[in-house]
C-alpha cells in the first residue's frame, strides 16, 4: 500500500522498460544498473522516495552509495545550538534486494531467465558468475513471490460472465519398486470470454480437502458474484443458487456439450487442465515442491511480454519498500 493507504497502481502501458521479449530485455539492462534500478522503481520494487524518521522529511538519494540520507539542521534538544540530522538508510533495506550484493542488472536478468521455459541452471552460472548456491537461492527468492501471487489472485467473472469451473488430479509415477501412486489435486476456473483464470492446488503438507466446503470458499474467493458457473454434475456444486451465482450443469455421461443449450459445457477449462499437464508431469517432479513448479507455470502460461510486469507487481506486494511516514 502507498502512503495514506491508497493502492499503487502500475500502469501497465507505461511501463515501456518491462513490455519487451526475452533477448531485448538481455540487451537494454545487461551491464547498467542505472537503467534496471529505474525499472525496479517504476514497478515499487525499490522506494521512489523516502522521509526521514527523525525530521519527518523527504530524504536524499546518493547514486553511489545507494542510500537514502538527511543532511538537515535542526535545534537540538540538549542545547540552543542546531545540529546536522545523520539519518541514513539503504535503499535496499526491506525490500527484494535486502542484503543482497549483486548488481540490480544481474538480478532483472535472473529474473527474466526464470520467467522463461527454457530455465537452464548451468547457464545462470556461467553467464552472470554466480555461485551453484547462489542460482538456487534466487530460484527459491522467487518461488516465494510466485506463492505468495499464487495466495493472492485476482478474481474473475462478473454479472453475467460465464465461467467454467472443474477440477482435477494428477498421478504422479512411483519412484521404486512397490511405493504407491501419488495423486496431487488441482481446482480452477477460467473466464469464458478472456481466458483469464485461477488455480488452486488442493494439497497442503500432505493433505488434500475436495470437500464441497472448501470448494465453494474458493469460488467466493475468486469468481464474482453474478457470474454464470458451469460444471460437471457433483453435487458440491449444487448449492452455488444459494451463494449468488447462476450455475449450469453438463453431464458427461450423456454429452460433452448440452444438446439444448450450446454454450453450457467445459472445454476450456479441461483444455487448460491438458496443457498444466503436458508441463507439468515430468520424470523427477516432486510431491512436496509440485506446488512451486506449477505457479511458476501459471507465470509461463501468460504473454512473455507481460510476465515479468505480474512478477515484479508482485514482489513490490510481497516486499514492499520504505514508505513515506504518513503526516
Not at 501419488?182 to 492446488?201: D, H, M, N
Not at 452455488?240 to 450443469?249: A, R
Not at 456439450?257 to 467445459?266: E, G, K
Request: hydrophobic share 35%.
Amino acid at each position: 500500500m502507498a502512503s495514506g493507504g491508497e493502492e499503487r497502481v502500475v500502469d501497465f502501458k507505461a511501463c515501456f522498460g518491462c513490455c519487451k521479449d526475452y533477448w531485448q530485455i538481455i540487451k537494454d539492462y545487461h551491464s547498467n544498473n542505472e537503467a534496471s534500478i529505474e525499472l525496479l522503481r517504476k514497478h515499487w520494487v525499490l522506494p521512489r522516495e523516502v522521509q526521514c524518521k527523525e525530521c519527518n522529511l523527504p530524504c536524499k538519494y546518493r547514486e553511489d552509495r545507494h542510500q537514502w540520507y538527511c543532511d538537515r539542521w535542526k535545534k537540538s534538544r540538549k542545547s540552543k545550538g542546531k545540529v546536522q540530522c545523520k539519518f541514513t538508510v539503504s535503499d535496499y533495506k526491506g525490500t527484494f534486494l535486502d542484503n543482497s550484493h549483486i548488481p540490480p542488472w544481474q538480478i532483472v536478468l535472473f529474473i527474466n531467465h526464470w520467467l522463461r521455459k527454457q530455465w537452464d541452471h548451468e547457464a545462470v552460472i556461467e553467464c552472470l558468475g554466480w555461485s551453484s548456491s547462489t542460482s538456487v537461492d534466487w530460484r527459491s527468492f522467487c518461488s516465494e513471490v510466485t506463492l505468495s501471487w499464487l495466495d493472492n489472485q485476482q478474481q474473475i467473472g462478473g454479472q453475467d460472465i460465464i465461467v467454467e469451473v472443474y477440477e482435477t488430479f494428477f498421478v504422479h509415477d512411483k519412484y521404486e519398486h512397490g511405493r504407491p501412486l501419488r495423486e496431487v489435486w488441482l481446482f480452477g476456473g477460467i473466464k469464458r470470454e478472456s481466458k483469464r483464470f485461477f488455480i488452486v492446488p488442493l494439497v497442503d503438507e500432505g493433505f488434500q480437502d475436495r470437500s464441497a466446503a472448501t470448494l465453494t470458499y474458493y469460488i467466493k474467493k475468486y469468481i464474482k458474484e453474478g457470474s454464470v458457473i458451469i460444471s460437471d454434475g457433483w453435487r458440491g456444486y449444487m448449492r452455488l443458487p444459494l451463494q449468488g451465482y447462476t450455475h449450469h450443469v453438463i453431464n458427461y455421461k450423456d454429452n460433452y456439450v448440452d444438446l439444448v443449450h450450446s454454450f453450457i459445457h467445459t472445454q476450456n477449462v479441461e483444455r487448460l487442465w491438458r496443457d498444466i499437464k503436458e508441463w507439468t508431469k515430468r520424470p523427477g517432479l516432486r510431491v512436496e515442491y509440485f506446488k512451486q513448479y506449477f505457479v511458476r507455470y501459471l507465470f509461463l502460461h501468460r504473454p512473455p511480454k507481460e510476465a515479468l510486469h505480474d512478477f515484479l507487481i508482485a514482489v513490490a506486494t510481497l516486499y514492499p519498500p520504505q514508505e513515506p511516514r504518513v503526516q
